[in-house]
């Protein structure tokens, strides 16, 4: 069981989830359990936790070269007497600011480090006319309506949803994976020591043993729902810090914006896809049918933009256009014209015998 804040700063206890969270083996559902139950007590515990996953992978990034075992073996061992060493007690009396100060301290370690070492690495690959990304690239595409499961190399699967494109560009210390188009679903085989990396309309999505749903939508926001565990999220140009979050949460991203606060849903609804539905609930009219167009080869109008703010709940198969169809007039709110695939949604009463 985890220490309560009462007899630990904010930042030890987040400390020692991030190392767990790193860990080769998953955290139990106990485990799991008291995460969430500290991350939901205290907003300062998601932002302290975030701070150390970064710099986790920070260290992590630059761990193999020869020159950073060294400075990163003084930093840890300078860290560990301030902090006071595993197993025996921790000094009472140590300012509240002193852990932050620490983990700041620690990071400027991890850049000075990591930011040399990057920089010699990419240019002797350079050097040597290499690319970067070590092994070869796979491209999977899928059309409208079809929906693709693949196993990768390290493990992990991506159920990639209708008319998707997906490229991986894994090397030997990163699985990366990029999102030019569609809708994918990550369960992401735990590797801490090689993070895996989403691309998608301008943000990295970076995966702490999980499993996580990203969807590049047509208005270009990116949606992220966590499944499972924990992400993290951040614009790949500019300064902006790394966003955390957690099963249950949901973000719309924006490219070059940081991640604004996540909301609560309900998971199962938003990844129904793969059992072949899709469940709304108070959605605005306009969205369902754009879901619905995204599976069906279906033209769908509205003779007035007012009703595509009309609300609408339900449980569909996201192939039965015609039952959608069917639900929807039954509402007695609209009016439908058809002609072959092409279907002119009217306000009721217009148009109507």
Not at 46 to 75: F, K, P
Not at 131 to 153: C, F, I, N
Request: charged share 25%; proline share 5%.
């Amino acid at each position: 069981m985890m220490p309560a804040d009462r007899d630990m700063n904010i930042y030890d206890t987040a400390a020692i989830w991030a190392d767990r969270l790193m860990a080769e083996t998953p955290l139990t559902a106990v485990e799991q359990a008291e995460l969430d139950a500290w991350l939901a007590s205290d907003v300062r515990h998601q932002e302290a936790l975030n701070a150390c996953l970064e710099l986790e992978g920070m260290l992590d990034a630059v761990r193999n070269s020869d020159r950073a075992e060294g400075l990163i073996a003084a930093a840890e061992a300078e860290l560990a007497n301030l902090s006071g060493a595993p197993g025996t007690a921790r000094t009472p009396v140590r300012p509240a600011w002193a852990v932050p100060a620490l983990v700041a301290m620690a990071a400027m370690v991890a850049l000075a480090i990591a930011l040399p070492v990057w920089s010699t690495l990419t240019a002797s690959r350079e050097d040597a006319g290499e690319p970067v990304m070590a092994q070869a690239d796979e491209t999977y595409v899928t059309a409208r309506g079809e929906r693709r499961e693949v196993v990768l190399a390290d493990g992990s699967t991506i159920t990639l949803n209708t008319g998707s494109r997906l490229t991986t560009a894994f090397s030997t210390d990163e699985r990366r994976v990029i999102l030019g188009d569609g809708e994918a679903l990550f369960d992401v085989a735990r590797n801490p020591s090689r993070p895996f990396v989403v691309e998608a309309g301008g943000h990295e999505v970076r995966a702490v043993g999980t499993s996580f749903n990203v969807y590049t939508r047509a208005d270009g926001q990116t949606l992220v729902t966590v499944v499972e565990g924990l992400v993290q999220t951040r614009p790949d140009r500019g300064p902006a810090s790394a966003a955390l979050l957690r099963a249950g949460d949901q973000v719309a991203l924006v490219p070059g914006e940081p991640a604004p606060a996540p909301s609560r849903v309900d998971v199962v609804a938003a990844t129904a896809w793969q059992q072949g539905l899709l469940i709304f609930a108070d959605r605005a009219l306009g969205e369902v049918v754009s879901e619905f167009r995204r599976y069906n080869d279906i033209e769908i109008t509205f003779t007035d933009p007012e009703l595509g703010r009309l609300r609408m709940s339900g449980s569909f198969d996201l192939e039965d256009s015609e039952a959608f169809l069917a639900a929807l007039e039954a509402t007695e709110s609209v009016h439908l014209e058809r002609s072959g695939r092409s279907v002119v949604i009217r306000p009721a009463g217009n148009g109507d015998d």
